[in-house]
């Protein structure tokens, strides 16, 4: 017994002999692993990917339809909301995603944000229409700063030190986008008083623009907030009832203010680029949605300071992408304003970081409610079940 198990203990697989040589033993089947879809969709790379890509995605294609002589912004609007409600709505038939049926008594309550969302959608295409993405991209912090201070007068909120420093680097983005596009035209154009003073009077167009679209968007913010408390509405029921409810009132809009006259319907769809520019505003209806889930799936998968800091950091790639696709000017006060304009933006997320950080510090039992932000509020409120 004891020979037959030392036997056993010093066997040595030899494998086959053939023709007075030994072949070696196959070699054992490892299946390669693969990776579930789980994983990669937990991931938290993929969803600020996923939300940078969308940003990009959106900016430029409404860059891109409403360069040249396009003034049909109401129109614009109008088919980018049929196109997201007619492709929730389909996905809510094939059960892909759930939110509520249509009411009456919720649609009266969130009318008013409707009307706050039109605002700022309108004149953001009128911002974006005469200015570059990156002047765009930097101009639009400054409704961190609008917002934050409508927090301080509405909810109570508080701006600290670090808070105020980041708001400083925002106007001096601005201020330095400002310079270097009034400079790049009187370079540009200085040799004609009248070109110059036509490509000027563009910029302060969309400068002005850019002012009313800041105060809009903190409006619709801080007011959705407000609303949202009364509905207790989830990602999609407040996707199905912005979209639905502007829908009437961007196409009085349109019918009153746009000229629809065959001549200026045939300059906003020219013959020679009719079907992609009919094709980018579809795209743009589907980015809506897209943007959307990215944004509420980077919630989910990261924390509220990562997806601030992926706001922030999404600012470099939206200014660049105006510099490659649509040739923006490229000078030293150019890139230095989208530098600064994202430095104020990372600062600004460190600051509401080390805010929330101190909030959860305190111990003891509170005596009053906790402060939070519109935007931190909006998102908790609309994500209970």
């Given amino acids: 017994m004891a020979e037959d198990k030392k036997r ?4 040595i697989e030899m494998g086959e002999r053939m023709n007075d040589r030994f072949d070696p033993p196959k070699p054992a089947y490892r299946p390669v692993p693969v990776i579930p879809a789980a994983s990669i969709a937990s991931n938290p790379i993929v969803p600020i990917l996923a939300y940078c890509a969308s940003s990009i995605l959106m900016t430029v294609l409404n860059k891109y339809v409403l360069s040249g002589d396009f003034n049909l912004n109401f129109f614009l609007l109008c088919v980018q909301g049929v196109v997201c409600v007619v492709a929730i709505s389909t996905m809510k038939t094939l059960g892909v995603i759930s939110y509520r049926d249509f009411n009456s008594d919720e649609a009266r309550k969130w009318f008013p944000v409707s009307l706050l969302l039109v605002g ?9 229409q ?13 409704t961190i700063i609008i917002t934050a201070y409508g927090e301080v007068l509405w909810f109570g909120g508080s701006v600290t030190r670090l808070t105020l420093f980041s ?6 983005s601005s201020v330095v986008a400002a310079w270097a596009d009034i400079q790049h035209a009187l ?11 036509a490509k000027i009077s563009t910029l302060n167009a969309g400068y002005t623009w850019m002012l009313f679209n800041c105060f809009c968007t903190s409006s619709y913010v801080l007011g959705m907030r407000k609303r949202i408390k009364l509905t207790n509405f989830k990602d999609f029921d407040t996707m199905f009832y912005n979209n639905l409810l502007t829908i009437p ?21 020219p013959v020679e680029s009719r079907d992609k520019v009919i094709f980018a505003m ?15 799936w980077c919630v989910r998968a990261t924390s509220a300071a990562t997806y601030s800091m992926a706001g922030a950091l999404n600012k470099i790639p939206i200014a660049v992408s105006g510099l490659i696709f649509f040739d923006a000017p490229v000078t ?13 933006g990372i600062v600004y997320a460190i600051a509401k970081l080390k805010q929330s950080q101190q909030a959860k510090g305190n111990v003891g039992l509170p005596t009053t409610a906790p402060l939070v932000s519109a935007s931190s509020q909006s998102a908790r409120d609309s994500m209970r079940s």
């Fill in 8 to 11: 056993d203990d010093t066997y």
């Fill in 130 to 142: 005469y200015l570059s993405i990156p002047v765009y991209t930097i101009f639009k912090n400054l």
């Fill in 332 to 344: 030293i006060p150019s890139v230095s304003a989208i530098a600064i304009g994202s430095l104020s």
């Fill in 120 to 128: 700022m959608i309108y004149t953001g295409t009128k911002a974006i």
């Fill in 187 to 197: 370079q540009n154009y200085g040799h004609s008083n009248t070109e110059a003073s």
């Fill in 282 to 296: 579809v795209i743009t209806g589907l980015g809506t949605i897209f943007i959307s889930y990215a944004s509420a």
């Fill in 167 to 172: 708001f400083g680097l925002i106007v001096l």
């Fill in 249 to 269: 009132i961007l196409i009085v809009c349109s019918l009153i203010v746009e000229d629809w006259s065959s001549r200026n319907v045939g300059k906003n769809f």
